[in-house]
């Protein structure tokens, strides 16, 4: 390895943006995981999007012990204006060449970054990093397995728009969380958080920013693993499913991209596709019934009737 790479490794600032809005159970242990990183040219910038607990006390006391490394930023009168809102806050605040993102109920490894600000080395041609993320069940139950789940697609290299095809939300492959990405500093003039995505539909602003990712930048998927992402009944994405809000969640996700894509300077004609096909359930309920979900039913059946009788191996089957 060339002295160049070496300094790039160990001399490039990597700001850290944390939002967090009554966190006072988990923010502390997030903060601590940035402290305790090996790679020590970062920046933390902890906004607060009007907490009412003692959050706020938590993340101003941290500031006032490292005011050389971590920044205390809220909104104007304390608002709560939404985590997309906080995050463009928070970012309007960074110095740094990469941005990454860390939520205030995961924790970073403490490689992470080093291992990002290599992967960049690595790969000049990448403007943004995702890595799988480990669904941490164990921090309250250790009994329970934490699970690492890898970003939808095979590590390497991918343009655009190549991700947007193949993961979650209109892809089959898993979305990355946010507390894996880090992204060279200009993405973010590119690529803005939507601050409409708010309340029940704050569960899909990280797909609103990681879609015009996929469409617009060179990302390098990695293999690698250094987050843990708190799996916890009371987050969003637990009280969206439960109180059946999802398909709601995700229509007003699906119909905010239509949009976005009819404004875009280029046609993505294999993505408008997919995105109608996306959209069927909501846009044409009875034809989705009778062309996709009726179809799979009957098959789901046949294949129970087979299997129940001995005709095939249920392992095989599914």
Known sequence: MNNAALNYRDETLVSVVLCFYNEK???GEAIQSVLSQDYRKWELVLVDDGSSDESTDIAKAYAS???DKIF???HTYHQNKGLSASR?????KCRGSYVAFLDADDVWLPGKLRYQIGLFADNPSATVVLEASLYWNSWRNPRKDDVIIPVGAAEGIYKAPQLMLALYPLGKGAAPCPSGIMVQRAVLRRCVFEELFRGIFQMYEDQAF????YLKETVFVSGACHNKYRQRESSLVSSVHDSGNYHKVRSYYLYWFKDYLHGQP?????VEKLLRKAQLPYRAPLM????VDLPQQVRKA???VLVRFGILNYSKSW
């Open 25 to 27: 159970l988990f923010l």
């Open 65 to 67: 012990q490292y005011p």
């Open 72 to 74: 205390y930023v809220e």
């Open 88 to 92: 463009n806050a928070g970012i309007k």
């Open 210 to 213: 990681l879609c015009k990712v």
């Open 266 to 270: 280029f046609r993505y004609k294999t």
């Open 288 to 291: 989705y019934k009778l062309k």
């Open 302 to 304: 046949v294949i129970r």
